[in-house]
């Protein structure tokens, strides 16, 4: 399968919009415009990958204020772009390992571009090596002079607006992009570097939704189309096929985390990781969990002085922006009416592993490392976190953007653990 990857160009100063910030990161939908396009790019799951540009300065905000408040598929990167759209192109391409994939260049305040559109530059750059989406002019198009009047009326029968994502085959548009600074060309668009080399570039159907945020009455406009539009862009996101494939990965790559950055996590992260919780099977669906959510650096603190120095996760305590307590209530899980129904009594244990894991998941999902700590005082824990009689306070899982990923642990072989049909 041909890799695709998306280069998100989001490096202007906004200038026409008039605003006091830049106008990618204007909200549109209780999310900024930039942020809206990232997440209709990575709604198309044939996109493997994104290179978001953006100006050099506006790297660390772009991480908080973009990027931290919205779950994405595929990994993005940032760089810093140039002083001119062109030249913000020219160094996402130049970030790109690979010359043999498809690339996508889509303007970052395009944030209503449909997966369909996408999926058709996608299919025609494979086919034309360059494509891009495009709609026929509709309205009569007049020449005016410099007074007002009319000079002529132009046949439109043969224009068409152009938008974007447009679709390369990498190494062409690598190609163009050299020869146009060798040259001392700027481009309105990246088709035009590739129309200069003399070779065809590919029309397909664009989408009148698909429109560029540019001016306040773009704004204005966009909010009209927002609701509706988004909605079915959340329903896209949530159909689950496009993620299963993912979930493997998902399983694999998670890590023990026990370095962390100093940034906090957005709550809206926290919600989706307790979530998963939420949906962790447990038995009979007794859900015997309680969850304390601890952001206060003095309870830290105190939770810090339960573990012993010597447990390596001693210092991930304060140094995580959140440590989840687990908690499970007693006498639920494994009894049915009140009476233990097998002989392992509690399974308070197996029912708090499996709400574990799926925190390690979805925190690993959301670009977040997680630590299950097993190994301290749970008594002195649990009084610091004024858990009632009847409730055990049994894990702490810390939780925070990895400093450090540690390589994986030697793993049993499959072979060594597994039995077919008897011991
Ligand atoms: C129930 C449980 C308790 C754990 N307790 C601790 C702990 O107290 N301190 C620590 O540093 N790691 C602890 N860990 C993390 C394990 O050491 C880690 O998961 C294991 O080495 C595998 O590494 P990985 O998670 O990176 O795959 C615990 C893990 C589990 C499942």
């Given at each position: 399968?041909?890799t695709?990857?998306?280069i ?10 008039n ?30 990958d ?10 660390d ?12 598929r ?8 140039g ?16 010359d ?13 571009v449909?997966?369909?559109?996408i ?11 360059a494509?891009?989406p ?9 020449a ?15 224009l ?6 447009q ?5 062409l ?11 001392g ?9 590739i129309?200069?080399?003399g ?9 009148i ?46 890590r ?10 957005p709550r ?33 603190q105190?939770l ?6 010597s ?5 991930s ?35 708090l ?5 799926s ?17 301290y ?14 409730i055990?306070?049994?894990a ?23 039995h077919e049909?008897?011991f």
């Amino acid at each position: 399968m041909t890799t695709v990857s998306a280069i998100i160009v989001a490096a202007g100063k906004g200038r026409r919009m008039n605003a006091a910030a830049p106008k990618q990161y204007l909200v549109l939908g209780g999310l900024p415009i930039l942020s809206r396009t990232l997440l209709a790019v990575d709604a198309c799951p044939e996109v493997d990958d994104i290179c978001l540009v953006v100006p050099g300065s506006d790297i660390d905000y772009c991480r908080k204020a973009v990027l931290d408040p919205i779950c994405l598929r595929a990994p993005v990167k940032m760089i810093a772009g140039g002083a001119q759209r062109q030249e913000s192109v020219y160094n996402g391409l130049s970030s790109l390992a690979s010359d043999d994939h498809i690339v996508l260049i889509h303007d970052g305040v395009r944030p209503f571009v449909g997966i369909d559109e996408i999926r058709r530059c996608i299919d025609a750059a494979k086919i034309h090596g360059a494509c891009i989406p495009g709609l026929p002019v509709i309205d009569t198009l007049k020449a005016v002079d410099d007074g007002g009047d009319i000079i002529r009326t132009i046949d439109r029968s043969r224009l068409w607006h152009a938008q974007t994502p447009q679709a390369f085959q990498c190494r062409l548009i690598k190609d163009a992009h050299e020869k146009a600074k060798r040259d001392g060309i700027t481009g309105t668009d990246d088709a035009l570097l590739i129309e200069r080399l003399g070779e065809k570039v590919h029309v397909v159907s664009g989408s009148i939704f698909n429109i560029k945020i540019t001016t306040p009455e773009d704004l204005k406009m966009a909010e009209a189309i927002a609701d509706a539009y988004f909605k079915s862009i959340n329903s896209a996101l949530k159909k689950g096929g496009q993620y299963m494939t993912d979930l493997l990965d998902v399983i694999r790559e998670r890590r023990s985390i026990r370095n962390y950055e100093p940034t906090e996590i957005p709550r809206d992260k926290i919600h989706a990781i307790l979530e998963a919780v939420q949906m962790t099977p447990s038995w009979a669906n007794t859900q015997c969990w309680e969850v304390i959510v601890v952001t206060n650096p003095e309870i830290k603190q105190q939770l810090q002085e339960a573990v012993p120095k010597s447990n390596p996760a001693y210092k991930s305590i304060t140094a995580a922006p959140v440590v989840l307590a687990l908690c499970a209530k007693k006498g639920t899980s494994g009894y049915y009416k009140d009476i233990v129904t097998t002989q392992y009594g509690d399974w308070f244990m197996f029912d708090l592993g499996l709400a574990a894991q799926s925190i390690g998941l979805a925190a690993h999902f959301l670009g977040l490392g997680s630590l299950i700590i097993g190994l301290y005082d749970h008594v002195r824990a649990k009084e610091v976190l004024g858990v009632p009689e009847g409730i055990d306070q049994v894990a702490l899982i810390t939780l925070g953007y990895p400093s450090k990923v540690p390589s994986p642990p030697k793993r049993r072989d499959i072979s060594e653990f597994t039995h077919e049909n008897r011991f």
